[in-house]
Every structure is written in C-alpha cells, then in structure tokens.
C-alpha cells in the first residue's frame, strides 16, 4: 500500500527550528512533485512549499521565503522541510503531499494538484 508517512513536528519557542519529514513507502519518491502544506485553525489549507522531480526546482510560500528549506533524499525516499526562524503564525497542522510527475502540471501549491497525503503534523510555535 502506497503512502506518506509523516515525522517530525511539535511544541518549539518563537525563534526556533524544527525539521519534518515525510517518507514514501510502496513508490520512488524520484518520480513525484511533492508539497508540504499547512492549515491554521478556522483557515483554508494552504502552500507552503514545493519541490520538483528531476531537476528539483524549488517554490516557497512568500511567508516562509528565507526561513523555511525543502530538499529531498531520493536516497532514502524522503522529503524534508527545515523551518527556521519559526513565528506564532507558523502554527498548524503540517501536511506532505505527492504527486507523480508524469500527472503534475505546474500547480504546485493547489491542493488538488496532489493525489495523495500524509496525516499531518502538529506545529506549535508559542513562548
């Protein structure tokens, strides 16, 4: 059964950092575009960053651009999201998502772009 499976995440002060993770089990994470969203209590979910496959292009949220890396080990199937400098408003539940490249087509922060999900993660940035 494929899947993504998802660590990293918790309870951090303003200022911090904190690294997630997320692991693709039953495919070649080379073959997939994959983006970490997040949603906020009571707001949409929303793009927080994207990498490619094949040349690894990479696209951030104008909120996290300089705080927040996303690289991939294809190595070890998995996909990571560094989050430094991290803010109260960075606080949500952080999801992966994937999709195989062959399908993707360009929109990498719609969320129906993506035809697969982790569970999520909780993120709590607060003194």
């Known amino acids: 059964q494929s899947q993504l499976v998802q660590s990293g995440g918790g309870l951090v002060q303003p200022g911090g950092s904190l690294r997630l993770s997320c692991t693709t089990s039953g495919y070649t994470l080379e073959d997939y575009v994959i983006g970490w969203f997040r949603q906020a209590p009571g707001k949409e979910r929303e793009g927080v960053s994207s990498i490619s496959s094949g040349d690894d292009s990479t696209y951030y949220a104008d909120s996290v651009k300089g705080r927040f890396t996303i690289s991939r080990d294809n190595a070890k199937n998995t996909v990571y999201l560094q989050m430094n400098s991290l803010k109260p408003e960075d606080t949500a539940v952080y999801y992966c998502?994937?999709?195989?490249?062959?399908?993707?087509?360009?929109?990498?922060?719609?969320?129906?772009?993506?035809?697969?999900w982790g569970r999520g993660t909780q993120v709590t940035v607060s003194s």
């Open positions: 998502s994937a999709v195989p490249s062959r399908l993707y087509t360009g929109r990498y922060f719609d969320v129906h772009e993506y035809d697969r």
